[in-house]
């Protein structure tokens, strides 16, 4: 783990240094994105600034408002299609001939976010994916094991090269391969770490006895890195992986503008360290409704706005991620380290508003795994029309363990309902069905359906 040179285990003080350093670049950084005519310096006079010698203080700087966000990236990447000839936005802020990498979201809603890098972009992010594999304790020289999506993902190519750059050796087959594939290839190479969702880990689990004769177990892996959607922050879903596996399991995020965070591996979970902070401002919260600042310190919960503090090709600048975080400053329980580690507590795209009660899905999916082996941990949020506003009650469609006889579900349905109106202020109606009904992913798993008019 990194101090960023910061030497003191007084939070506010932590806080206070990191904010100097943060401005201290932020400085440069607005001088840099107000040279953008086509985007950002258009975001700056909506918000009344003229100059950048406006922006005074990190306080003024968290008042503006959000300058980017998912829609507005991908309104950004048409208008630059039509006006440029290129997909990498209006907020292009290096010439397109020095972007020599490019990473996208995994395009779910038909239109791929473009991620684009320079040179010193990737440098820079291979020096804190890198930061993040020491954490995990990957050493160069080792064998590792890519299984996200390598088509789509950010976490794809980007992560790979990392890993070649770290000095690592990474076996890239990819979810793509599939199931059968990636064990086969898996046994074959001996990897110290692999890389996938944890619905990818649970697919494993599932198929190993039957795709290679043996448990995954017997893969001899040791260090599991997972992103992209909940589950290593439920103890249920640790406690299963890392039985089955016999490994290790890291919760991580990171490789988007700098960004790179992991947990540090206990039984409990206590967030994910931040090991960027020297190069990106990833979480300057603000309240969900009213875009407000929210005061940094232990126990704050908001929405992320992100920053990055010396990026170059399309930067993010005040991107409003949608990610509802809530952060921890002080010294993490587990491994004793100082700063400031952040919990994923849901997206704001996702909240349910179920008559006044605000509820996400994984919080929901945490109750359900919460009564594992009962349950496998598969659950579908069934709504009839598209969030935030749900008609009670909440349905929620859970699957039954693989070894709970069917006369059991309603009991287990019950227990569920009371269980989530203690914890969360909602009580859903909730069924269960048979083991393995609900469809599997290789990557991430979309926990919310929305019933389509017939």
Known sequence: MHSFGIDTRDPGDYIAALNDLRFAKLRRQIAYVFGNDDYYRLRFREAGVTAPEDIRSLEDFRRLPAFLDKTRHRQSQEQSLERYGHPFGLHLTAPLEQVVHVAATSGTTGQPTFYAFTRKDLDITHRMLGRLFQAAGIAPGDTTFHAFGLS???AGVTYVQAL????????????????PKILRYIEYTRPRALFATPSLLHQLIERAPGEIGKPVAALGLE???CTGEPGVSMAPFREKITAAFGARIYDVTGGAWHNATISCGG????????????HCFRYDLVDPETKAPIEIRDGAVGEAIHTALDYEAAPAFRNATGDILKIHVGECPHCGHFGTRMEIVGRADDMLNVKGAKVYPAAIQEVVAGFQPAVSGQIRIRLSGPP????PPLRVVVEAG???PQSQWDDVARRIEQRTREILAI???VTVVPFGSLPRSDQKTKLIEIATAE
């Open 152 to 154: 789509l993902w950010l």
């Open 164 to 179: 070649e750059a770290y000095g690592a050796r990474p076996i890239a087959v990819g979810a793509e391969g599939g199931i």
């Open 223 to 225: 260090i599991l890195v």
């Open 267 to 278: 039984a409990a979970y206590h967030g994910m360290h931040y090991l960027a902070e020297d």
């Open 388 to 391: 935030p506003r749900v008609e």
């Open 402 to 404: 693989e070894a709970t």
């Open 427 to 429: 009580r859903p109606a």
